[in-house]
């Protein structure tokens, strides 16, 4: 049986050091260019020539436009128009990396734990920047939630802060602990279905159940891709909110 964590194995392409840097093109970037592509060209020539009566290629670049907007609408309200093109083109990535790692021979570069931290982080250090630009240290009432109190502050703050600070490690384990979590159990299946098969006759028979049960799992995964995009993205709302409008 393959190794089913070899799928997660980054792998240069074209090795490029610099110094003592790995600057190397590798597999994880590779897929990020063709998820960049795909979903460039498909949104460029969805909507080149819209119409009234749009064709089907309209209707679901509209639909996600759609999608994402009222996202923004209903967890930031009319204000988080500004931050339309962040959190669309952050859904378009995690979808993207969702979706084409199910692809055979691809790799999901949203099952890199780099990957989501790196997204993560940005909208975290994102919202503290605005944050403390649009309302200076009344910022940080954020820790501090309203009628707390006296003799319950020396409690409640470094809870307040340390549920804070992990929000970037929240949101990016969470997709990638799914993503990899999902794709292992496809390959460890798939692998049973092979092992079986090379029994003999009667091995095709007993390879049925988890062939069976990795094209359910497969439409699984599908389901489980969409999901997390979504939840990444509101989450990125939710937190994005603080800079317009503070929560406490």
């Known amino acids: 049986m393959a190794d089913p964590l070899h799928q997660f194995v980054v792998e240069p392409i074209i090795p490029i050091h610099v110094g003592g840097l790995d600057l190397s093109f590798t597999n994880s970037s590779l897929w990020m260019f063709i ?40 967890n930031i309200g009319p204000a988080g128009r500004q931050y339309f093109p ?13 979706l084409l790692g199910l692809l055979p021979y691809s790799f999901t570069y949203t099952s890199q734990l780099i990957v989501t931290a790196s997204l993560a982080l940005m909208i975290f250090l994102t919202v503290i920047v605005l944050g403390v630009i649009r309302h200076g240290t009344h910022f940080f009432s954020i820790f501090m939630p309203p009628g707390v109190p006296w003799w319950l502050v020396p409690l409640v703050l470094p809870l307040e802060i340390v549920s804070f600070l992990i929000r970037p490690i929240t949101l990016s384990v969470r ?10 159990m496809l390959k460890v299946f798939a692998g049973f279905s092979v092992a079986m098969i090379s029994i003999g006759a009667a091995g095709w028979l007993g390879a ?11 439409g699984f995964e599908l389901m489980i891709a969409l999901i997390h995009a979504y939840v990444f993205s509101v989450l990125s709302c939710l937190y994005l909110k603080d800079t317009i409008e503070l929560s406490h």
């Open 175 to 184: 997709l990638f602990a799914n993503m990899m979590a999902g794709h292992l």
């Open 208 to 218: 049925m159940f988890p062939m069976l049960f990795n094209a359910m799992l497969t």
């Open 86 to 98: 962040l959190i669309f083109s952050l859904f378009m990535i995690v979808l993207m990396g969702n």
């Open 35 to 74: 998820g960049l592509a795909v979903s460039t060209v498909f949104l460029t020539l969805s909507m080149k020539q819209a119409s009234l009566v749009p064709g089907r290629a309209q209707v679901l670049a509209e639909s996600l436009y759609e999608f994402v907007a009222n996202m923004i609408r209903e």
